[in-house]
């Protein structure tokens, strides 16, 4: 059982925009910042959006990220097929002193 | 440009242990801290733990104590993840990952980037 609660998977087709979610409490979103890494198939995690909306160089600006309370969210507009992949955010939790990471969300393009 | 490459697969028998090599390139090794981090088969991502590659101090995440230590060679810009008595349920790829940031507030550092990962099966 994840700290963070993501939805299991999400859709979408060749050019929509797609959100996915990321839950949490006071001890790591409410409180800190929020981290998205993309997990393409049978490969490592990288880096999508730090800080909460910071794109690190090299990422499209179709992939924004937000944060409101103790949630986040991660946009993908003009979705593409090789954004097929799984999501997941991540961020510092006061109470464990330590990282916290989402179940992961399966992101397919239909 | 900034790198971290780990060691191959292993297959090891319960009981045993295993060391998981990341070396890092591109970079002052020393200036960054190093975590690792566990995807069973299937699952998600669970962080470990890090250690400071200046002072060699690990810390670990609730549920990786005892059997699991963090170890560094700063002569080859290497750090290093031991695993003793093996058990079928840390069969598993294990990923370091470099910590970037303002270094000080954990709650500002990422991770970037991530070793390729190792696959390590535990199975009689």
């Known amino acids: 059982q994840s700290v963070l609660t993501q939805p299991p998977s999400a859709s979408g087709t060749p050019g929509q925009r797609v959100t996915i979610s990321c839950s949490g409490s006071?001890?790591?979103?409410?409180?800190?910042?929020v981290y998205w890494y993309q997990q393409l198939p049978g490969t490592a995690p990288k880096l999508l959006i730090y800080?909460?909306?910071q794109r690190p160089s090299g990422v499209p600006d179709r992939f924004s990220g937000s944060k409101s309370g103790t949630s986040a969210s991660l946009a993908i507009s003009g979705l593409r097929s090789e954004d097929e992949a799984d999501y997941y955010c991540?961020?510092?939790?006061?109470?464990?002193?330590?990282?916290?990471f989402g179940g992961g969300t399966k992101l397919t393009v239909l | 440009q900034v790198q971290l490459v780990q060691s191959g697969s292993e297959l090891k028998k319960p009981g045993a242990s295993v060391k998981v090599s990341c070396k890092a390139s591109?970079?002052?090794?020393?200036?960054?801290?190093m975590n690792w981090v566990r995807q069973a088969p299937g699952q998600g991502l669970e962080w470990m733990g890090w250690?400071?590659?200046?002072?060699?101090?690990?810390t670990y995440a609730q549920g990786f104590t005892g059997r699991f230590v963090f170890s560094l060679d700063t002569s080859v810009s290497t750090a290093y993840l031991q695993i003793s008595s093996l058990k079928a349920e840390d069969t598993a790829v294990y990923y370091c990952?470099?910590?970037?940031?303002?270094?000080?507030?954990?709650?500002?550092?990422?991770?970037?980037?991530w070793g390729q990962g190792t696959l390590v099966t535990v199975s009689s």
């Open positions: 990952a470099r910590e970037c940031g303002s270094g000080t507030y954990k709650s500002y550092n990422w991770f970037d980037p």
């Open positions: 591109g970079y002052t090794f020393t200036s960054y801290a």
């Open positions: 250690i400071n590659t200046n002072t060699g101090n690990p």
């Open positions: 006071s001890s790591n979103i409410g409180n800190n910042y």
């Open positions: 800080r909460n909306n």
């Open positions: 991540a961020a510092w939790d006061d109470s464990l002193s330590g990282w916290v």
